[in-house]
T-cell receptor
Framework: GAGVSQSPSNKVTEKGKDVELRCDPISGHTALYWYRQSLGQGLEFLIYFQGNSAPDKSGLPSDRFSAERTGGSVSTLTIQRTQQEDSAVYLC?????????????FGPGTRLTVT | GENVEQHPSTLSVQEGDSAVIKCTYSDSASNYFPWYKQELGKRPQLIIDIRSNVGEKKDQRIAVTLNKTAKHFSLHITETQPEDSAVYFCAASRRSNDYKLSFGAGTTVTVRA
C-alpha cells in the first residue's frame, strides 16, 4: 500500500516568511510524529499526535512552530517568520498503534531552505 | 529527557569485513531500541529493533545487542557489502511516552569494494 507522503519535497523561502509542510500518514495509522534533521545531525523530535488526544508539543523549538492534524489523518507543520536556522529536512512518521506497534514509517521528508 | 550518544560518527570498512556501531542512552526507563538506515537522499528505514527484555537479536547479517545495566546497545553488520553504505541511526524510546524516538547523531558507513 501507499507509504507516508510529504509535500512539498523541497521548499526555498525567504527569511521572515511563513511556510506550511504537509504530511499524509499511512491509512489507519493513529500516531503521527514530526522530526527535524539538520545537516549532518540526527533526527530531533518536534511534535506527536495520537488519535484525538492533545498533541505532545514538547519538542517544538519555539512558538514560531505549530502543527495540526485534521480528522486524525493529514498533518500540517507551520513555521512562522522563518529563520535561517530553520533550514533542515522535516520528516514525518506514522505508526499503527504506538502502544502495541513500535515501528515508525517515515516519509521522504521536506527539505526546507531559508535564504 | 533521553540522551542518546552514538559512535563512531564515520566508519570505513573493507567489503566482507564487519562493522560495529555503539550507542549509549541515559533514561533507564527506555525499553525499545530501533536502528534505522538512511541511504543518501532517502527516508530512514527500520532495519532491526530490540526490546529491553531481550539481550540480542539477529536478522541475517545484522545483529543488535543490548546491555540494560550499562545502558548501551550495538549494531553489528557482518560480511559487509557495498549496499550497506549508508547513514545508520540508533534510537531509544519507551512505551510510557508512546515511543517518541530519541536519535543518536548517526554513523556514516562506507564499504570499500
Amino acid at each position: 500500500g501507499a507509504g507516508v507522503s510529504q509535500s512539498p519535497s523541497n521548499k526555498v523561502t525567504e527569511k521572515g516568511k511563513d511556510v506550511e509542510l504537509r504530511c499524509d500518514p499511512i491509512s489507519g495509522h493513529t500516531a503521527l510524529y514530526w522530526y527535524r534533521q539538520s545537516l549532518g545531525q540526527g533526527l530531533e523530535f518536534l511534535i506527536y499526535f495520537q488519535g484525538n488526544s492533545a498533541p505532545d508539543k514538547s519538542g517544538l523549538p519555539s512558538d514560531r512552530f505549530s502543527a495540526e492534524r485534521t480528522g486524525g489523518s493529514v498533518s500540517t507543520l507551520t513555521i512562522q517568520r522563518t529563520q535561517q536556522e530553520d533550514s533542515a529536512v522535516y520528516l514525518c512518521a506514522s505508526s499503527l498503534r504506538p502502544q502495541s506497534s513500535y515501528e515508525q514509517y517515515f516519509g521522504p521528508g521536506t527539505r526546507l531552505t531559508v535564504t | 529527557g533521553e540522551n542518546v550518544e552514538q559512535h563512531p560518527s564515520t566508519l570505513s570498512v573493507q567489503e566482507g569485513d564487519s562493522a560495529v556501531i555503539k550507542c549509549t542512552y541515559s533514561d533507564s526507563a527506555s525499553n525499545y531500541f530501533p536502528w534505522y538506515k538512511q541511504e543518501l537522499g532517502k527516508r530512514p528505514q527500520l532495519i532491526i529493533d530490540i526490546r529491553s527484555n531481550v539481550g540480542e537479536k539477529k536478522d541475517q547479517r545484522i545483529a543488535v545487542t543490548l546491555n540494560k545495566t550499562a545502558k548501551h546497545f550495538s549494531l553489528h553488520i557482518t560480511e559487509t557489502q557495498p549496499e550497506d553504505s549508508a547513514v545508520y541511526f540508533c534510537a531509544a524510546s519507551r512505551r510510557s511516552n508512546d515511543y517518541k524516538l530519541s536519535f543518536g547523531a548517526g554513523t556514516t558507513v562506507t564499504v570499500r569494494a
